[in-house]
């Protein structure tokens, strides 16, 4: 099954989704999933991994870490499928990262790894786009690379963890304007998800509705105003943007 949040007839909605993206809404009525809004489909907080793909940390010239380089994305950066993230004015380099992200299904304290997928609900996507111009040190991602209006779609829907039979296992890819930009696996992952939830569970207790964003592959490259962008998780999902520039954007607001 997957589950969705939707905005539609001046309502926010929590719905079922099925294979050719018709949505079922809470009184049975089915409708076309481009007739509605798509919301994220989680509102917990949203743990990101950086550098947790050894070939990315390769293609950067970092070391891979020796343990997880977690950091927190505020709730402002959120948008949902076939919304737009805005490229802001005078900068020389923003990219994409596509990532498969653990939704958790029930409270999580010092959960062990034996233990730890037996707290997960399901999966989703995201592409937790980066303004590298400001970028200090990668190993502490600022709020101005990460957390500005609009740059981290998700969704478009939330899959049960029974759907997947192995989460480590899956191809990760990105299309800009159709063209193939990124391509991995999350075999390739340096830190697996229940190491992520032994290890953040450890010191703090995970709620269901957190969201784990396990990192990206390599292959970035940089995004303008005009660009679709689809990042796509094997068996997930596929979470389609579209870049727009600072001034198209709050136009649109006014």
Known sequence: ???????????????????????????????????IVWLPPANGTLFALGLNYADHATELEFKPPEEPLVFIKAANSLTGHRQVSVRPDNVEYMHYEAELVVVMGKPAHKVSREEAMNYVAGYTVCNDYAIRDYLENYYRPNLRVKSRDTLTPIGPWIIEKQQIADPHNLTLKTWVNGELRQQGTTADLIFDIPFLITYL????????????????????????????VI???????????????QQEYEESLS
């Open 1 to 35: 099954m997957k589950y969705a949040k939707i905005h539609y007839q001046g309502q926010d909605l929590n719905v079922t989704v099925d294979e050719q993206e018709h949505v079922l809404l809470p009184d049975g009525t089915r409708v076309s999933g481009e007739e």
């Open 231 to 245: 990042v796509e998780v094997e068996g997930v999902g596929r979470l389609v943007n579209r870049i727009v520039s």
């Open 201 to 228: 569970s450890d010191f703090m207790t995970l709620q269901p509705g957190d969201m784990i964003a396990t990192g990206t592959p390599k292959g970035l490259s940089n995004v303008v105003p005009g660009d679709e």
